[in-house]
């Protein structure tokens, strides 16, 4: 099983600045990694795919990149609606996620 | 806009059968390659894949589930069926039906997700 490690598991930021949230993979999965936004009682929302290509309806201030064993995630200026727990997943072997980074107001 | 609605009993005793339908509306069901998924998550806590069926009927299923879980399309009902024998206390979770694009794997139309309680 491919174990993917998110970090940080909190990040505390206010609106308008950069997050920066990093995936690291136990073993390489090349660029099948996958981001997602999920909301208290909401179900996830995808938003990027295959490291780096956001999903339709995603504003360009996500973006995501890496290969391999490490990803990052960044939200270029936060929003408030932008405050949630953000997860990855790999389907290079089987499919995992990570255990999530909650991006809370500080 | 395609939509998925998840129903099912909120409450399983030990050891029975979890059952779990997916219902799909807004869309054309079963006119294009499909790609379907149930991922669970148990309160509080993160993401589990549970499986995957594809639209010629090919299912996978995660490892540590794969002797419990079993997945099935109705197309004439536009639903896709869940099922998870045996179950414990540690199945308890909200269990959503997803959608995926064209590479099987990444979720992106997904239900409200519905609540299972295993308990006596």
């Known amino acids: 099983e491919i174990v993917l490690t998110q970090s940080p598991v909190t990040l505390s930021l206010s609106p308008g600045e950069r997050a920066t949230l990093s995936c690291r993979a136990s073993?390489?999965?090349?660029?099948?990694l996958t981001w997602y936004q999920q909301k208290p009682g909401q179900a996830p929302r995808l938003l990027v795919y295959?490291?780096?290509n956001r999903a339709a309806g995603i504003p360009a201030r996500f973006s995501g990149s890496g290969s391999g064993t490490d990803f990052t995630l960044t939200i270029s200026s936060l929003e408030p609606e932008d405050f949630a727990v953000y997860y990855c997943?790999?389907?290079?072997?089987?499919?995992?996620f990570g255990g999530g980074t909650k991006v809370e107001i500080k | 806009q395609l939509q998925l609605q998840e129903s099912g009993p909120g409450l399983v005793r030990p050891s029975e059968t979890l059952s779990l339908t997916c219902t799909i509306s807004?869309?054309?069901?079963?006119?294009?390659?499909?790609?379907w998924g149930w991922i669970r998550q148990p309160p509080g806590k993160g993401l589990e894949w549970v499986g995957s069926?594809?639209?010629?009927?090919?299912?996978y299923y995660n490892p540590p589930l794969k002797s419990r879980a079993s997945i099935s399309v109705d197309a004439s009902k536009n639903q896709i069926s869940l099922k998870v024998t045996s179950v414990t206390a540690a199945d308890t979770a909200v269990y959503y039906c997803?959608?995926?694009?064209?590479?099987?794997?990444?979720?992106?139309?997904w239900g409200h997700g519905t609540l299972v309680t295993v308990s006596s």
């Open positions: 997803a959608r995926s694009l064209d590479d099987g794997y990444n979720f992106i139309y």
């Open positions: 807004g869309g054309s069901f079963g006119s294009s390659p499909e790609y």
């Open positions: 069926i594809f639209y010629d009927g090919t299912t």
């Open positions: 073993q390489s999965v090349s660029r099948y």
């Open positions: 295959d490291a780096s």
């Open positions: 997943q790999q389907r290079s072997h089987w499919l995992t």
